[in-house]
């Protein structure tokens, strides 16, 4: 057998046998083993190796089996005849570190809540008690509408945290908000129709309902939120009235109401997109619109994205209860993809008070850091930049001076490793002017907004 062959590895999760047969394979491939040539007999292999015999005889059955190899009787075991040209060779796995392999988190990124501060301990001990609960039935597959005990848990919650009075038949558990919009459009709207969204807005909205061939109509925000044009015939809107998406101004209570009365007399839908409602620092969280809905016409979207991790990939909706039976029609076909382990963690998480103490953690922890991450930031950057004052969320807004570019800016900070996005990036109009936008929640102290702040002002003035 020649020597130059990889060792064998004892410490990789791949059996030695197999280890052995693409050694074998490699050889015969690269030519260091030749049709007709004898291989060493089981017994004198194991020997040198220090191995059982079982497991070179395994690895030689199944060398045999695929044809690389032909066992001659008393003339031994020999690489069989007719393999011509140049075999394919074993690729080079990389080692098994982790659950997957993705890029390190950057500082500034969005989207991210405190992952560090996230109570992975006690997660982990109510994930351990429901899989040793698990029954056959559990096994099987998950309700299409989610869990009875998940859409339980968020209708409670719900009616406490966000005033919201619904039933758990009326809550929906989806996969994201990309899920639930695209139910939402399947239940409710068909091809052609108009839907209001906001601009600037969050991107990936245009784009899903465009694909879903409904027509996006963008509308402009101020300091109140969203202006509702005087007169419109779309179908729906989709709106993010706690802290608006990404300017982080909260709809008027004026403007709540004008929209609500534009959707009575339309006939229209309201999409409550309440992505981070939780965190407001200015005052106690607002209740949401859905609260205020007596005709039935708000769509309540939720996520716990923000408040737990994004990783979970759980959210939900709530839809008005005269639209119920239309929703779970829909669901049959679009819904049922969300693990019922992971719902049973969330359920027993929030059940249990978990839930309603981390919010109150993160709220507290979320204000303190967004502080000291605009004072470190202030104190480096100086006038080059200025930061919005924002009542809540998990952003910052950095208005740039014209006529800087944001997308520029945000290629330049890649480049030295710090996430921003550009606020141009989120307008169809870009009359929001140049900016950027940083997620705070993971940056902890102001010395570390500080020399983040060097790196940005570096990019800044090359």
């Known amino acids: 057998m020649p020597t130059s062959l990889p060792l064998l590895d004892p410490t990789t999760a ?36 220090g ?11 199944l060398l045999t089996a695929e044809g690389y190899l032909e066992a001659r009787g008393q003339a031994g075991t020999v690489v069989a005849q007719g393999i011509k040209g140049t ?29 560090d501060a996230f109570p992975r301990k006690l997660w982990s001990k109510i994930a351990a008690r429901c899989v040793r609960a698990t029954q056959f039935a559990d096994m099987a597959n998950p309700p299409v509408y989610g869990l009875a005990s998940l859409r ?77 044009p005087p007169t419109s015939n779309a179908r729906a809107v989709v709106v993010t009235p706690a802290h608006q998406s990404p300017l982080c101004v909260s709809l008027s209570l004026p403007r709540r109401l004008a929209l609500l009365d534009w959707a009575k007399r339309q006939q229209a839908w309201i999409i409550e997109d309440d992505y981070d409602g939780e ?32 990783g979970m990939r759980l959210a939900y909706l709530v839809v008005p209860a005269a639209q119920v039976s239309r929703f ?17 963690i969330v359920a027993s998480f929030i059940a249990e008070g978990h839930f309603a103490r981390h919010i109150q953690r993160m709220r507290k922890l979320y204000g303190e850091r967004r502080e000291a991450t605009a004072k470190g930031l202030r104190s480096v950057l100086g006038t080059h930049i200025s930061i919005d004052a924002q009542p809540g969320g998990m952003h910052l807004i950095l208005r740039l001076k014209p006529p800087m570019s944001d997308r520029l800016l945000v290629d330049r900070l890649a480049s030295v490793g ?15 002017g140049p900016g950027l936008l940083l997620g705070f929640a993971n940056i902890d102290s ?10 940005i002002l570096e990019c800044l003035i090359t």
Request: proline share 9%; net charge neutral.
């Open 87 to 115: 075999l394919p060779t074993r690729a080079v796995v990389p080692p098994y570190n982790a659950v997957r392999q993705q890029a390190a988190i950057l500082p500034f990124q969005m989207g991210l809540p405190a992952l």
């Open 328 to 344: 779970e029609q829909v669901s049959q076909t679009f819904l049922g993809n969300c693990p019922e382990l992971t719902q049973a």
């Open 418 to 432: 710090i996430y921003a996005e550009a606020l141009s990036d989120w307008s169809n109009t870009q009359a929001s």
């Open 51 to 61: 191995l059982a015999r079982g497991t070179i005889e395994s690895a030689y059955s």
């Open 14 to 49: 791949e059996p030695i046998y197999r280890q052995l047969y693409w050694r074998f394979r490699n050889a015969i491939a690269e030519g260091l083993l030749k049709p007709g040539e004898r291989v060493p007999a089981a017994r004198a292999l194991a020997q040198e190796l």
């Open 152 to 228: 339980t848990a968020i209708a409670s919650h719900l009616q406490v945290a966000r005033g919201i009075d619904c039933s758990p038949e009326q809550i929906f558990v989806t996969s994201g908000y990309r899920n639930t919009l695209g139910l939402i459009t399947h239940a409710l709207l068909t091809p052609g129709d108009q839907v209001l969204v906001e601009d600037p807005g969050y991107p990936p909205t245009r784009p899903l309902l465009e694909y879903l061939h409904i027509k996006p109509v963008p509308v402009p925000v101020d300091q109140d939120g969203l202006c509702l």
């Open 279 to 310: 965190y407001r620092y200015a005052s106690r969280p607002l209740p949401a619109l859905k609260s205020l809905d007596s005709e039935g016409r708000v769509l309540y979207a939720g996520t716990f994205s923000k408040v737990l991790f994004p």
């Open 446 to 455: 102001q010395a570390n907004a500080e020399a983040l702040g060097q790196r």
